[in-house]
């Protein structure tokens, strides 16, 4: 059995194969002793000094939802906005339903009054700050998800990544887990990436 880990997982709510990883490393956590600390980032910070926007006309919905996230963080901790984001993609990515961001609060548990932070500007520096938190680890010219774990000498890394669609299962998802440790643990490593052949499954 591997050693007891936590790692670090920054997610923006809306992109689908973000989604995808997470439910994978749900289900390391039920094969692998692995503690998840759920962390937000933002597209809209990530995107905002390019000249073309990759996310195309999301307008202020991208803002939205990891407003929402960081009140969330900020008031009651990761493992509530871990439930969030649970509530989040099952909503968004499973039924399309986009729009009803009190009704996944009241889904995760949480206050449906949280909803009044997608409008406000009072938690974009929360989303700023865990944002650059992520991005100093992996540097700028990637996307989301950013894993971070701490290894055994005490050094942490940070990978965009892994992005896997459909999320593997039982100890499929235990393997991928730690050859994710295994590639962590080599400091010269970087890169490992091959065009999508589909869409996000969900399956």
């Known amino acids: 059995m591997t050693e007891p880990r936590t790692v670090d997982f920054w997610f923006d709510p809306v992109c689908p194969y973000t989604w995808i990883t997470s439910r994978w ?10 503690t998840v600390r759920w962390r937000v980032m933002s597209l809209s910070v990530l995107n905002e000094h ?54 996944a609060l009241t889904d995760a548990g949480l206050p449906p009054e949280l909803a009044e932070a997608a409008w406000s500007t009072a938690y974009d520096g929360t989303v700023r700050s865990s944002h650059s938190e992520a991005m ?24 965009f990544g892994p992005v896997v669609s459909p999320a593997p299962t039982g100890e499929a998802a235990g393997r991928l887990w730690d050859g994710y440790l295994l590639l962590t643990g080599v400091p010269g490593f ?14």
């Open 25 to 34: 490393l749900v289900e390391v956590g039920r094969v692998r002793p692995v």
């Open 136 to 159: 100093a680890l992996v540097g700028p010219d990637v996307g989301t998800p950013v894993l971070a774990v701490t290894g055994a000498d005490g050094r942490r890394t940070g990978f």
């Open 190 to 203: 970087h890169e490992l990436k091959r065009a999508y052949p589909e869409g996000p499954r969900f399956d």
């Open 50 to 103: 390019r000249a073309d926007d990759p996310e195309g006309d999301w307008g202020d919905y991208l803002w939205a939802s990891v407003r929402v996230c960081a009140a969330v963080e900020q008031r009651y901790g990761p493992q509530a906005l871990g439930a969030l984001f649970t509530a989040m993609g099952t909503r968004f990515h499973l039924h399309g339903d986009w729009g009803n961001l009190a009704g």
